[in-house]
């Protein structure tokens, strides 16, 4: 029977959450888009839309759960975890954008930080036994790699995005420039919160934690990429 072995409650939760989730953020990011585009716009316009995408993605992990199909399923989960990992480039890429008036922020900088980030990450996650899964396809990253996630993460993504950050904060001197900016770094906190949460929740057996998680997670989501949005991105 079709559909026989799926997780029904986990599929409802992740559907309902991450598929709400993934509208807001698809319509947040054609508000940016059609309103102006440039290259700061463009770039806020890919942190939402990709971010969507992977959220799609890890829809249709659980959907197809019931297939058994271990190509399709871990290709899947790789592509869900990459889209949802790899906007937080497109973030940092934005504030320098602002920060360094875009001559000095070229194209070609951006491609290569872009890139480099891309293509360390997508490597992270395709590296052998990094990221097993249960009978019920519920996904587990090993010690090794749940390390190497966070690293990454943070040398790459958090210390240069608080880096700047607070160099752009302090460039602002009208005060609702600055008022703006606090709630795009609130913004961008949850977002960071939400994400190490997640790496957290797929390393840990903590079925406590596991629960909570996916109780403020999907408000997190939300509430970041609305304070992102009313901080900075409406009106850039």
């Not at 700061?40 to 959907?63: A, C, E, H, P, R």
């Amino acid at each position: 029977m079709i559909f026989q072995g799926v997780d029904w409650p986990r599929l409802i939760i992740v559907f309902f959450s991450q598929g709400f989730a993934a509208i807001v953020f698809v319509v947040l990011a054609f508000k940016i888009i059609k309103r102006k585009r440039d290259r700061s716009t463009v770039t806020l316009f890919f942190f939402y839309f990709i971010l969507s995408i992977g959220l799609i993605f890890n829809i249709l992990f659980v959907v197809f759960t019931y297939t058994n199909n271990e190509l399709l399923l871990r290709t899947l989960y790789v592509l869900s975890s990459f889209f949802i990992a790899f906007p937080f480039v497109f973030n940092l890429v934005f504030i320098n954008i602002i920060l360094k008036l875009k001559e000095k922020f070229t194209i070609k900088k951006m491609a290569v930080t872009i890139g480099v980030y891309g293509t360390i990450l997508l490597s992270l996650y395709l590296i052998p036994d990094g990221v097993t899964f249960d009978s019920n396809w519920s996904p587990t990253y090993n010690l090794f790699l749940f390390v190497l996630i966070y690293v990454f993460f943070t040398a790459y993504i958090t210390i240069p995005t608080t880096y700047y950050s607070v160099r752009l904060y302090i460039l602002f001197k009208a005060r609702n420039l600055k008022d703006r900016f606090r709630l795009y770094l609130i913004g961008i906190c949850l977002m960071l919160a939400a994400m190490y949460g997640g790496i957290f929740f797929i390393a840990t057996y903590n079925q406590i934690f596991k629960t909570i998680y996916s109780i403020f997670a999907f408000f997190m989501e939300i509430a970041a990429g609305l304070l992102v949005y009313y901080g900075l991105g409406r009106d850039l």
